[in-house]
């Protein structure tokens, strides 16, 4: 299986990226809030735990996030990879998802981390804000703590994967053909090593 992370702050386009990743290489996409608002809705008890977490305003722990990424993999079992979006967001979901993989007798093959510089992806998050109604899309202010929240808390996840030797940097900045083609060239030469 082709197993891998798509890593980078928001207005990356990582959402871009993951669809056309998807489609190339017939994976499954795995967004955490995906599957938080499917659980929900279904009612499992992964839901509902996450459901009371939520309802209160807070972070919905890793051990029930990593459960629902598991009840994914048991119900996909036919697939050819996966690629995970938005997760893992810290070091600790990061050793979470690995133990879970090797569980499986997986692990995650690459880690394709965005790169795109604070000024840009301001730019193009004010700009999807004018269309998206996305209301922390549309003010500066919002966008660059977003930026650096990721910064932050989430940008030390690619140490972890770097001291793998997973972790493939790639500038996220160009023609959206461009970006797919550098990311596909990542994904190759890990195919073919």
Excluded: C
Excluded at 48 to 55: G, I, P, R, S
Excluded at 69 to 98: H, M, S, V, W, Y
């Amino acid at each position: 299986m082709l197993n891998l992370v798509l890593f980078g702050p928001p207005g990356a386009g990582k959402g871009t990226q993951s669809q056309h990743l998807v489609e190339h290489y017939n994976l499954i996409h795995i967004s955490t809030g995906d599957l938080l608002r499917a659980e929900r809705k279904a009612g499992t008890p992964l839901g509902k735990q996450a459901e009371e977490y939520m309802t209160k305003g807070n972070l919905v722990p890793d051990e029930v996030v990593i459960g629902m990424i598991e009840n994914k993999l048991k119900q996909d079992t036919g697939a050819k990879g996966i690629i995970f979006d938005g997760f893992p967001r810290t070091t600790k979901q990061a050793e979470a998802l690995d133990n879970l993989l090797k569980s499986h007798n997986e692990s995650i093959n690459a880690v394709l981390s965005l790169h795109v510089d604070e000024e840009e992806l301001v730019k193009r998050l004010l700009d999807r804000g004018k269309t998206s109604g996305r209301v922390d899309d549309q003010k500066e202010e919002l966008i660059r703590n977003r930026v650096q929240v990721y910064r932050n808390e989430t940008e030390v996840v690619a140490d972890y994967y770097k001291k793998q030797d997973k972790l493939h940097v790639i500038e996220g900045v160009g023609e959206i053909s461009e970006i797919t083609a550098a990311i596909r060239g990542a994904v190759e030469r890990v195919k073919a090593s």
